[in-house]
């Protein structure tokens, strides 16, 4: 027997269908008890399995398919939201694939990039390697101080402790920005790897760029051609 859930949506179904069809068309299927049975609209007695709708002359104009309960209605709903996220997903993937692979079109020009990006972080720490040597210079001052307080350090003066205390902080400051740098060139470096492997993939698929190419090909004419059938 139907459902009371399944009969509501059927009969709401067969309302739908009715209107204009029914003049038109002609509908049979074969009911829970192995009976065929015709109509000139939608079969109440087969929402619950598929029904072919017939034109005037009996050929098959469509099939329709069995009315679903809230429940399988809820499921398909889940369903449908998955394929859609997959769906979204996968043009993204795509999106940032075509994008990565505009971006670099050679094995050249990537390496160019990571070589530009390490050279920058190697810049700061230089700068910050020079400021820590001035502040080794700046301690020895501090220190020729104390020496008059030797003896005696709790008479040197509240100015040279704080300087002292001030050049402590800073050297450490320093070292820490450099630890952090050193670890920023690690990332760079990961990054750049882990593009390394996407992007071979994407050069053969586009027609093989050549992972050696010579420098000064980023030019339009250096440009991958893809193909109609290529996929990311």
């Excluded at 072919?52 to 009996?58: A, H, N």
């Excluded at 420098?215 to 339009?220: I, R």
Aim: glycine share 4%.
């Amino acid at each position: 027997m139907l459902s009371q859930t399944t009969l509501t949506i059927g009969l709401v179904w067969v309302a739908c269908l009715c209107g204009d069809a029914a003049a038109q068309s002609i509908y049979t299927c074969v009911d829970g008890k192995g009976r065929t049975i015709t109509q000139d609209r939608p079969i109440a007695e087969c929402l619950d399995r598929t029904q072919q709708e017939l034109t005037r002359s009996g050929t098959v104009k469509r099939q329709l398919g069995p009315s679903l309960t809230a429940q399988e209605l809820a499921a398909q709903e889940v369903k449908d939201k998955q394929a859609a996220d997959m769906h979204a997903r996968e043009a993204e993937e795509k999106r940032r694939d075509l994008a990565l692979l505009l971006r670099y079109p050679n094995r050249t020009v990537h390496n160019q990039e990571r070589a530009t990006a390490l050279a920058q972080i190697d810049e700061v720490i230089k700068a910050a390697s020079k400021r820590t040597v001035e502040l080794a210079e700046q301690r020895k001052a501090v220190n020729s101080e104390f020496e008059f307080y030797v003896k005696d350090p709790g008479k040197a003066p509240p100015s040279l402790k704080r300087r002292l205390e001030e050049n402590d902080s800073s050297v450490l400051v320093q070292k820490r920005f450099i630890l952090d740098q050193e670890s920023e060139k690690k990332r760079v470096n990961m990054r750049f790897d882990e593009e390394l492997v996407k992007l071979k993939e994407l050069w053969a698929l586009a027609g093989g760029a050549p992972a050696n190419a010579a420098a000064g090909t980023t030019g339009a004419a250096s440009r991958p051609r893809l193909a109609p059938k290529t996929k990311f």
